[in-house]
């Protein structure tokens, strides 16, 4: 038999917004989000795959703009030779009637919205059964009925649905979530499962695709698709991630003690190609004991490059503060500026203090610490 080859894919959330994002990342992140149905478009084509699964969430919302719903269909009517295969997810559900109407008044033929749990054949032996979401909370396994379905011996049988899985391989009846063993039980040779935005092999016949482009450091890296090649029914599947996210999602640690050399640390943990820089999201935990200046020269060092991201956050929440006699001496050496850090150091190194308002004490007496050196260096100057 000549191998069945498709891309599977899910969780696109076309229309996000990232509202947690400056602007100028939102509209970057949007741009990028939008293009991912050209850029899935384009990998079927480059790995002779004629067909493209998307297992549910097309959509963030049950009412994305009418400009995200048809730039989304045209782009999908754009190839010839291909042919797209949807499920509604639990964002954009059945039950979002108007969506999935005008879906149906503006797609093309090359495009099939599967909003029955009815299988389809997509190709000669192939049989696609589909597992839409009919409201935003399922309430049942909807994956159930592809047990009781038949087809001919030797037939290729690939299941598509969106939604979690139950834990510790129970397969209790009534449970809302999908069964890991449904491609055991359903005899599929193939299940494409949408909902986990990161990629995740549950067993060799079932996987999460995850997001084709990243959306949150919990799932670091690009986002991908996965290139699926069936043979033999019966057979295990090959499958091949393909990266397909433009933007790089990283979250990296920085310990950090009052030894370290922080400006050669940092340099230690950021992107290796400068060039692409501008395609990563960067979150930095910092961690560890710092002294006052070793803190400045750390946020001078990040103020050079930061800029440079597409987006870098600094979290520094578990970065503890040492405080040393000759550290006050660069603020004053006497004085009523001498006098305010002495009180402060205090406070912050009080144990009978709550860490929060020990932590209070300790920004302000970096944030005094930073002026004054800045102060000096202007004068300097």
Known sequence: MTPFRFLHSSDLHLGKRFGQMPEEVRADLQQARQQVVSTLAGLAQEHEAKHVLIAGDMFDTETPSTRVLRQALAAMGAVTGLQWWIIPGNHDSAAAETLW????????????????????????????????????????????????????AGDLRIGLAHGGVLDFGSDASGGEVISPNRASSARLDYLALGDWHGAFTLNERS?????????????????????????????????????SGAYHWQDRPLQLSPTSDVATQLQEVLPAKRADWNRHLLRLRVEGWVTAPQRLALEEAIAKVAPEFCHFALEKTELR?????????????????RAAAEDLMRAAEDERQAQSERDIASAALNRLFAYTQQAGAEVET
């Not at 389809?120 to 994956?143: I, K, Q």
């Open 101 to 152: 109407a005008e879906m149906g008044d503006h797609a093309s033929e090359n495009t099939h919205l599967l909003m029955q749990p009815e299988p389809v054949e997509m190709a000669p032996g192939v049989h696609l059964l589909p597992a839409p979401c009919r409201h935003r909370f399922a309430g049942e396994d909807l994956t159930r009925w592809m047990d009781g379905y038949e087809t001919p």
């Open 207 to 243: 996987r999460y695709s995850g997001t084709p482009e990243a959306d949150r450091f919990k799932h670091a890296g690009r986002g991908q698709c996965l290139l699926v090649e069936l043979t033999v029914a019966g057979q295990p599947p090959k499958v091949t991630p393909i990266e």
């Open 321 to 337: 503060s040492e405080y040393q006699l000759t550290d006050l001496d660069l603020i004053a050496t006497n004085g009523a500026l």
